[in-house]
């Protein structure tokens, strides 16, 4: 498959070199330091799990001249979803699927909105993965991915996405339900970035806090009621199946809002709790734990440079 991949940080990068490692035809959208390490020396991950790889993929800062991609892994930050949509519209097709694997529950809407309908397919990576230094992706854990069409067909081309990933050896999963897949997760990183950005701990230490651990939760337990509120199913079960996910994340993981906020980046600050207390505010249900989190992050949400 021609796969290209917009964004060559953690998830990206960990995803494409394992595409590429297994024969695939990849070209990764990356830009300054980066690019110029990954042309000269391939994309390389160093992986606490499978151990150290390089892998042989196009780098480019342009798409324009390319073919056609049979897929693109959109992996950017939510903040710069607008921007990165027009750079890979050169290679998106009638039939190009373009899989969200962002933080949030929106962007789906975003990319069809800017691409037409029918382009965006919903994704949910579950990696630990970030940039180790320019041209190296050290990945922690994880590595699964569950995507799907956003009206729950299954599609000759998901299909063939899923085949691909699977051939590469990467944990996949195509869902008929994916809009609950994405407020699943977007439970989990609400809270799992909140908390480790606000306390400055790992979820060990969290967990280990009895005050914090139900800080955790009650993040949890309002997102879920404002997804009841927007129509989305979770099920009875909902808070326990996150908070169980909560329960098996490793001692030491951060998140990676806590990663660009002690690094002085950037924040995706909007549209994880930024997006659940406008939601929650437009639906009548009060947030206060989330609000409290946004209130706190607010003033870093630009990073240093902003």
Not at 100 to 111: F, K
Not at 181 to 191: G, H, M, P
Not at 193 to 222: D, F, H, K, N, Q
Not at 264 to 270: A, H, I, V
């Amino acid at each position: 498959m021609r796969i290209v991949v917009a964004g060559a940080g953690g998830v990206g990068g960990y995803f494409g070199a394992r595409l590429a490692r297994a024969g695939e035809q990849v070209t990764v959208l990356a830009r300054g330091g980066h690019l110029d390490a990954i042309r000269a020396h391939g994309l390389r991950v160093r992986s606490r799990v499978d151990g150290d790889v390089s892998a042989p993929v196009e780098a480019t800062a342009d798409l324009r001249g390319h073919a056609v991609a049979d897929a693109v892994l959109f992996c950017v930050k939510s903040f710069d979803t607008d921007a990165a949509v027009e750079q890979i519209r050169p290679v998106v097709g009638p039939d190009t699927p373009v899989v969200s694997l962002q933080n949030g529950v929106d962007n789906e809407d975003r990319i069809d909105a800017l691409l037409g309908a029918g382009h965006a397919v919903g994704g949910a990576a579950y990696v630990f993965a970030a940039i180790e230094a320019p041209g190296v992706i050290v990945h922690n854990f994880g590595g699964r991915i569950v995507f799907g069409e956003l009206d729950g067909r299954l599609t000759p081309r998901t299909e063939r996405l899923r085949d691909a990933l699977a051939t590469a050896g990467v944990p996949v999963e195509l869902t008929r339900a994916i809009r609950r897949v994405l407020w699943d997760k977007y439970l989990l990183i609400s809270a799992q970035a909140g908390m480790t950005a606000l306390t400055r701990c790992p979820i060990g230490v969290i967990r280990a806090t009895p005050e914090s651990w139900r800080m955790y939760r009650r993040i949890v337990e309002e997102l879920a009621a404002v997804a009841a509120a927007a129509g989305v199913d979770l099920g009875p079960d909902g808070v326990e199946r996150v908070m169980k996910s909560a329960e098996a994340i490793a001692d030491g993981a951060y998140s990676s809002l806590h990663h660009d906020l002690t690094e002085g980046k950037r924040l995706e600050l909007e549209a994880l709790h930024g997006h659940a207390v406008r939601l929650g505010e437009r639906l009548e249900v009060p947030v206060p734990t989330v609000s409290a989190v946004y209130a706190a992050l607010k003033p870093h949400v630009a990073g240093r440079r902003g």
